[in-house]
Protein backbone atom coordinates (compact mmCIF):
# COMPACT_ATOMS: atom_id res chain seq x y z
CA UNK A 1 0.00 0.00 0.00
CA UNK A 2 1.44 3.67 -1.21
CA UNK A 3 2.17 5.68 2.29
CA UNK A 4 1.11 2.49 4.15
CA UNK A 5 3.16 3.86 7.11
CA UNK A 6 1.52 7.20 7.83
CA UNK A 7 -1.88 5.91 6.65
CA UNK A 8 -1.68 3.49 9.48
CA UNK A 9 -0.66 5.69 12.02
CA UNK A 10 -3.45 8.23 10.72
CA UNK A 11 -5.94 5.47 11.31
CA UNK A 12 -5.05 4.80 14.74
CA UNK A 13 -6.59 8.41 15.45
CA UNK A 14 -10.04 7.89 13.67
CA UNK A 15 -11.58 7.00 16.67
CA UNK A 16 -10.32 10.03 18.68
CA UNK A 17 -11.18 12.48 15.73
CA UNK A 18 -14.61 10.98 15.73
CA UNK A 19 -14.89 11.23 19.48
CA UNK A 20 -13.71 15.32 18.85
CA UNK A 21 -16.60 16.02 15.69
CA UNK A 22 -19.50 13.92 17.68
CA UNK A 23 -21.07 17.28 19.35
CA UNK A 24 -20.64 19.09 15.93
CA UNK A 25 -22.20 15.92 13.80
CA UNK A 26 -24.91 16.14 16.67
CA UNK A 27 -25.47 19.40 16.26
CA UNK A 28 -25.51 19.96 12.05
CA UNK A 29 -26.27 18.03 9.49
CA UNK A 30 -22.37 17.29 9.04
CA UNK A 31 -21.72 13.99 8.70
CA UNK A 32 -17.75 14.03 7.75
CA UNK A 33 -14.86 16.13 8.76
CA UNK A 34 -10.87 16.00 7.85
CA UNK A 35 -7.95 17.71 8.37
CA UNK A 36 -4.97 17.57 6.21
CA UNK A 37 -1.45 19.90 6.23
CA UNK A 38 0.82 20.00 3.39
CA UNK A 39 4.15 21.00 3.69
CA UNK A 40 6.03 23.24 0.85
CA UNK A 41 7.57 20.01 -0.43
CA UNK A 42 3.98 18.95 -1.47
CA UNK A 43 3.85 16.59 1.66
CA UNK A 44 1.12 16.39 3.83
CA UNK A 45 -0.82 14.05 6.29
CA UNK A 46 -4.45 13.60 6.72
CA UNK A 47 -6.89 12.80 9.02
CA UNK A 48 -10.59 12.21 8.51
CA UNK A 49 -13.44 10.73 10.59
CA UNK A 50 -14.26 8.37 7.75
CA UNK A 51 -12.12 5.28 7.28
CA UNK A 52 -12.62 4.12 3.81
CA UNK A 53 -11.72 7.87 2.06
CA UNK A 54 -9.10 7.65 4.41
CA UNK A 55 -7.69 4.81 3.19
CA UNK A 56 -8.96 5.75 -0.21
CA UNK A 57 -6.74 9.12 -0.03
CA UNK A 58 -3.80 7.38 1.08
CA UNK A 59 -3.41 4.80 -1.70
CA UNK A 60 -4.72 6.80 -4.70
CA UNK A 61 -4.72 10.37 -4.42
CA UNK A 62 -2.24 12.22 -6.61
CA UNK A 63 -3.15 15.60 -6.40
CA UNK A 64 -5.53 17.94 -4.65
CA UNK A 65 -7.72 18.63 -7.31
CA UNK A 66 -7.81 21.76 -9.69
CA UNK A 67 -10.97 23.18 -7.86
CA UNK A 68 -9.05 23.01 -4.52
CA UNK A 69 -5.93 23.55 -5.54
CA UNK A 70 -6.85 27.17 -6.90
CA UNK A 71 -8.51 27.70 -2.91
CA UNK A 72 -4.63 26.63 -1.72
CA UNK A 73 -3.25 28.90 -3.88
CA UNK A 74 -5.57 31.67 -2.90
CA UNK A 75 -5.05 31.05 0.53
CA UNK A 76 -1.18 31.57 -0.26
CA UNK A 77 -2.11 35.10 -1.12
CA UNK A 78 -4.41 36.15 1.28
CA UNK A 79 -3.30 33.86 4.13
CA UNK A 80 -6.91 32.59 4.62
CA UNK A 81 -9.50 31.09 2.20
CA UNK A 82 -13.02 29.35 2.07
CA UNK A 83 -14.21 26.79 -0.35
CA UNK A 84 -17.83 25.76 -0.76
CA UNK A 85 -18.17 22.46 -3.00
CA UNK A 86 -19.75 22.59 -6.12
CA UNK A 87 -23.04 20.59 -6.62
CA UNK A 88 -21.51 18.72 -9.37
CA UNK A 89 -17.67 17.25 -9.87
CA UNK A 90 -15.40 19.62 -11.60
CA UNK A 91 -12.45 17.47 -11.67
CA UNK A 92 -11.29 13.86 -10.18
CA UNK A 93 -10.80 14.92 -7.04
CA UNK A 94 -14.37 16.23 -6.28
CA UNK A 95 -15.61 12.96 -8.00
CA UNK A 96 -13.57 10.91 -6.28
CA UNK A 97 -15.35 12.67 -2.59
CA UNK A 98 -18.83 12.44 -4.35
CA UNK A 99 -18.25 8.29 -5.13
CA UNK A 100 -17.72 8.10 -1.25
CA UNK A 101 -20.93 9.81 -0.23
CA UNK A 102 -19.63 12.96 0.44
CA UNK A 103 -20.73 16.14 -0.36
CA UNK A 104 -22.17 19.58 0.11
CA UNK A 105 -19.00 20.53 1.70
CA UNK A 106 -16.68 23.51 2.92
CA UNK A 107 -12.95 23.82 3.07
CA UNK A 108 -11.23 26.48 4.71
CA UNK A 109 -7.33 26.50 4.09
CA UNK A 110 -5.05 28.86 6.32
CA UNK A 111 -1.58 29.35 4.90
CA UNK A 112 1.37 29.50 7.84
CA UNK A 113 4.44 30.21 5.69
CA UNK A 114 4.92 28.19 2.88
CA UNK A 115 2.60 25.24 5.20
CA UNK A 116 -1.10 25.08 4.76
CA UNK A 117 -4.06 23.73 6.95
CA UNK A 118 -6.91 22.21 5.54
CA UNK A 119 -10.35 21.75 7.21
CA UNK A 120 -12.82 20.14 5.76
CA UNK A 121 -16.48 19.32 6.68
CA UNK A 122 -19.62 17.63 4.52
CA UNK A 123 -22.79 15.54 4.55
CA UNK A 124 -23.92 12.64 2.71
CA UNK A 125 -26.05 12.69 -0.49
CA UNK A 126 -29.02 12.55 0.91
CA UNK A 127 -28.59 15.35 3.19
CA UNK A 128 -29.56 18.71 1.56
CA UNK A 129 -27.12 20.90 2.11
CA UNK A 130 -27.67 24.59 0.38
CA UNK A 131 -24.57 26.03 0.58
CA UNK A 132 -26.07 29.95 1.78
CA UNK A 133 -26.81 27.54 4.90
CA UNK A 134 -22.86 27.46 5.38
CA UNK A 135 -22.89 31.63 6.13
CA UNK A 136 -25.80 30.89 9.46
CA UNK A 137 -23.02 28.61 10.72
CA UNK A 138 -19.54 29.52 9.80
CA UNK A 139 -18.79 31.19 13.29
CA UNK A 140 -19.36 27.68 14.84
CA UNK A 141 -17.52 26.01 12.57
CA UNK A 142 -14.76 28.62 12.94
CA UNK A 143 -14.73 28.20 16.52
CA UNK A 144 -14.27 24.07 16.31
CA UNK A 145 -11.87 24.76 14.21
CA UNK A 146 -9.88 26.31 16.82
CA UNK A 147 -11.40 24.08 19.31
CA UNK A 148 -10.00 21.19 17.15
CA UNK A 149 -6.66 22.31 16.74
CA UNK A 150 -6.25 22.32 20.65
CA UNK A 151 -7.78 18.76 20.94
CA UNK A 152 -5.57 17.03 18.12
CA UNK A 153 -2.34 19.62 18.55
CA UNK A 154 -0.16 17.00 20.58
CA UNK A 155 -1.02 14.42 17.81
CA UNK A 156 -0.21 16.84 14.74
CA UNK A 157 3.24 17.21 16.40
CA UNK A 158 3.98 13.94 16.78
CA UNK A 159 4.53 13.86 12.79
CA UNK A 160 8.23 14.56 12.04
CA UNK A 161 8.61 15.40 7.70
CA UNK A 162 9.34 11.96 7.33
CA UNK A 163 6.05 10.85 8.75
CA UNK A 164 4.78 12.63 5.93
CA UNK A 165 3.07 11.30 2.79
CA UNK A 166 3.38 11.45 -0.77
CA UNK A 167 1.67 12.74 -3.70
CA UNK A 168 1.83 10.35 -7.11
CA UNK A 169 4.53 12.23 -8.42
CA UNK A 170 3.43 13.61 -12.28
CA UNK A 171 0.03 11.77 -12.40
CA UNK A 172 -1.79 14.13 -9.88
CA UNK A 173 -5.68 14.96 -10.45
CA UNK A 174 -4.81 18.02 -12.24
CA UNK A 175 -2.82 16.90 -15.07
CA UNK A 176 -4.14 17.37 -18.80
CA UNK A 177 -6.10 20.92 -18.17
CA UNK A 178 -5.32 23.88 -20.81
CA UNK A 179 -3.14 25.84 -18.89
CA UNK A 180 -3.91 28.99 -20.98
CA UNK A 181 -7.11 28.76 -20.15
CA UNK A 182 -6.30 28.54 -16.41
CA UNK A 183 -4.53 31.57 -16.63
CA UNK A 184 -7.27 33.42 -18.06
CA UNK A 185 -9.59 32.45 -15.46
CA UNK A 186 -7.22 33.50 -13.05
CA UNK A 187 -6.93 36.56 -14.26
CA UNK A 188 -10.88 37.10 -14.50
CA UNK A 189 -11.79 36.35 -11.27
CA UNK A 190 -8.54 38.52 -10.50
CA UNK A 191 -10.42 41.11 -12.08
CA UNK A 192 -13.80 40.40 -10.71
CA UNK A 193 -12.30 40.49 -7.02
CA UNK A 194 -10.88 44.14 -7.24
CA UNK A 195 -14.32 44.99 -8.88
CA UNK A 196 -15.59 43.30 -5.89
CA UNK A 197 -13.07 45.12 -3.19
CA UNK A 198 -13.82 48.63 -4.73
CA UNK A 199 -17.50 48.57 -5.06
CA UNK A 200 -20.01 49.44 -2.29
CA UNK A 201 -21.22 46.93 -0.22
CA UNK A 202 -24.69 45.01 -0.77
CA UNK A 203 -26.76 43.72 2.23
CA UNK A 204 -30.37 42.39 2.26
CA UNK A 205 -32.89 44.50 3.73
CA UNK A 206 -36.62 42.89 3.71
CA UNK A 207 -37.82 44.93 1.05
CA UNK A 208 -34.94 43.93 -1.43
CA UNK A 209 -31.02 44.40 -1.69
CA UNK A 210 -29.16 47.66 -0.27
CA UNK A 211 -26.50 49.19 -1.60
CA UNK A 212 -24.35 51.55 1.38
CA UNK A 213 -22.61 54.41 0.49
CA UNK A 214 -18.62 54.41 1.57
CA UNK A 215 -19.53 56.35 4.89
CA UNK A 216 -22.32 54.09 5.78
CA UNK A 217 -20.61 51.04 5.41
CA UNK A 218 -17.83 52.51 7.62
CA UNK A 219 -20.39 53.24 9.80
CA UNK A 220 -22.28 49.78 9.95
CA UNK A 221 -18.72 48.08 10.33
CA UNK A 222 -17.75 49.77 13.62
CA UNK A 223 -21.42 49.48 14.98
CA UNK A 224 -20.50 45.46 14.21
CA UNK A 225 -17.51 45.66 16.46
CA UNK A 226 -19.73 47.19 19.36
CA UNK A 227 -18.57 51.06 19.29
CA UNK A 228 -21.16 53.63 20.29
CA UNK A 229 -22.44 56.15 18.21
CA UNK A 230 -20.11 58.20 20.14
CA UNK A 231 -17.24 56.34 19.43
CA UNK A 232 -18.02 55.88 15.87
CA UNK A 233 -18.05 59.47 15.52
CA UNK A 234 -15.14 60.17 17.44
CA UNK A 235 -13.32 57.69 15.21
CA UNK A 236 -14.70 59.23 11.74
CA UNK A 237 -14.08 62.75 12.77
CA UNK A 238 -17.69 63.54 12.50
CA UNK A 239 -20.89 63.87 14.30
CA UNK A 240 -22.42 61.54 16.64
CA UNK A 241 -25.81 62.78 15.14
CA UNK A 242 -24.28 62.44 11.42
CA UNK A 243 -23.71 58.61 12.80
CA UNK A 244 -27.21 58.00 14.30
CA UNK A 245 -28.34 59.71 10.47
CA UNK A 246 -26.14 57.33 8.78
CA UNK A 247 -27.80 54.02 10.71
CA UNK A 248 -31.15 55.51 10.48
CA UNK A 249 -31.16 55.72 7.02
CA UNK A 250 -30.29 52.45 6.07
CA UNK A 251 -32.76 51.04 8.63
CA UNK A 252 -35.60 52.72 6.78
CA UNK A 253 -34.50 52.00 3.53
CA UNK A 254 -34.26 48.17 4.55
CA UNK A 255 -37.39 48.53 6.46
CA UNK A 256 -35.34 46.89 10.38
CA UNK A 257 -36.89 47.75 13.34
CA UNK A 258 -33.47 47.51 15.55
CA UNK A 259 -30.09 48.04 15.02
CA UNK A 260 -29.29 44.37 15.92
CA UNK A 261 -31.38 43.54 12.57
CA UNK A 262 -28.42 45.84 10.68
CA UNK A 263 -25.98 44.02 12.29
CA UNK A 264 -26.69 40.73 11.36
CA UNK A 265 -27.40 41.60 7.72
CA UNK A 266 -23.99 43.39 7.38
CA UNK A 267 -22.30 40.16 9.20
CA UNK A 268 -23.76 37.70 6.48
CA UNK A 269 -22.52 40.27 3.56
CA UNK A 270 -19.13 40.65 5.06
CA UNK A 271 -18.48 36.84 6.57
CA UNK A 272 -17.18 35.33 3.54
CA UNK A 273 -14.64 37.99 1.94
CA UNK A 274 -13.30 39.30 5.65
CA UNK A 275 -12.88 36.33 8.01
Not at 39 to 66: C, Q, R, V
Request: charged content about 25%; overall charge neutral; proline content about 2%.
Amino acid sequence: MRNKKTHDWAATHTSFIKQVCQPLFDTFNITTFGYKKVLKNGKYIFFSTKEEWLKFHYENIGGHGLFFKGAMDRSKEAGFERAIWPKEPKDDFLQSLFSHNMSNGINFYRANGDDIDLWTFSTEKHYHQDPNSYVEILNYLERFIIYFNGMASGIIKEYKDDDYASLIGQVGLEQNHDVQELNRQKSKLSEFNNLLENSSTIIQGNNGPIILTKRQKECLKKLCYGKTAKEIARDLDISARTVEDHLDIIKQKGGFCAKSELICQFYKALLIKDF
